[in-house]
């Protein structure tokens, strides 16, 4: 269950790209923007969105919500794990490029 949330987490990011940056064409070219935006976390996304940080916090929600379903985890103990679900999916991004490429 955990790494469909994971998934889910990169859908998301990889179709908000394709969506919402201008001057991206190809799955390859939105994949390298997005890994780029995540080097160092969730914080690039919004300077390639220039959102206000909205996209950072869909992803956040997703790993947010799914833990507040699977666990009885709160406050810093649900931050922290968030957070550690949040790494986890830009981990996984980065070793599965190619199933992102097409979304």
Do not use: C, P, W
């Not at 810093?76 to 199933?99: F, M, S």
């Amino acid at each position: 269950m955990e790494q469909a949330v994971i998934i889910d987490m990169d859908v998301t990011l990889i179709a908000s790209a394709e969506r919402h940056v201008q001057g991206l064409e190809g799955g390859e070219a939105v994949l390298n923007a997005v890994l780029n935006a995540t080097k160092n976390g969730l914080s690039g996304l919004d300077e390639l969105f220039h959102d206000g940080g909205m996209v950072r916090e869909d992803v956040r929600a997703i790993a947010t919500g799914f833990l507040r379903d699977a666990t009885d985890l709160e406050g810093t103990a649900l931050e922290d794990r968030v957070d550690q679900l949040v790494t986890a999916a830009l981990k996984y991004l980065r070793t599965h490029q190619n199933d992102f490429k097409n979304i």
